[in-house]
């Protein structure tokens, strides 16, 4: 069973910036983040395999970077002019296909880490 573990999630103010980070406790050729907003669904934040083709929900292209170790089977999110929207759960995942969790979901799940955008 793979294990994910997120960090870096908190309180920033609008405009403002943090990182993202999970680490797997093995190697997956797909890692990348959703994200759940109270009473919404949960959605693509970004993904990234090991071809480094990146995949973006279209409410984070732009503002929204991620990245991957992959010697430290880690991977970032970078996230950049924060606004009140961008509050939610985001959750880290893994997946052993390159491209095929975008139709069916990923197959591993972290615990998730809050982000609160406030003022």
């Known amino acids: 069973q793979v294990q994910l573990v997120e960090s870096g999630g908190g309180l920033v103010q609008p405009g403002g910036s943090l990182r993202l980070s999970c680490a797997a406790s093995?190697?997956?050729?797909?890692m990348g983040w959703y994200r759940q907003a109270s009473g919404k669904e949960r959605e693509l934040v970004a993904g990234?395999?090991?071809?480094?083709?990146?995949n973006y929900g279209d409410s984070t292209k732009g503002r929204f970077t991620i990245s991957r170790d992959a010697a430290r089977n880690t991977v970032y999110l970078q996230v950049n002019s924060l606004k009140l929207e961008d509050t939610a759960v985001y959750y880290c995942?893994?997946?052993?296909?390159?491209?095929?969790?975008?139709?069916?979901?990923?197959?591993?799940w972290g615990q998730g880490t809050q982000v609160t955008v406030s003022s």
């Open positions: 093995g190697r997956l050729p797909s």
């Open positions: 995942f893994a997946d052993r296909s390159l491209l095929n969790w975008r139709q069916r979901g990923p197959e591993y």
């Open positions: 990234i395999n090991n071809l480094n083709t990146t």
